[in-house]
């Protein structure tokens, strides 16, 4: 009898791909809820049955400045690790 171990050699890269990226969705949906939260806090001070311009446009650039530092830290991230190799 194989061990964990032993079977997760045999592991069709395939698999460990789409694994991968259900990693990587899951990843991204977590930080959407954080930004979610986050822009909710700052922008919406009393919540009813619509948005004001005022508050929509806040939360608005709220999560876009959240994407933009997001990939730009990504990006960073992916140069030095270029650069290392």
Do not use: Y
Not at 17 to 36: G, M, P, R
Request: proline share 2%.
């Amino acid at each position: 009898m194989s061990d964990f171990g032993e079977s997760s050699k045999s592991v069709d890269p395939e698999f460990q791909d789409f694994l991968q990226l259900e990693k990587q969705k899951a990843q991204v949906n977590a930080q959407i809820h954080i930004f979610n939260e986050l822009c909710w806090d700052k922008c919406v001070d009393k919540p009813g049955s619509k948005l004001d311009g005022k508050t929509e446009t806040c939360l608005s650039n709220c999560v876009d400045r959240f994407i933009d530092t997001s990939l730009m830290i990504a990006n960073r991230l992916a140069q030095k690790l270029q650069q290392q190799q």
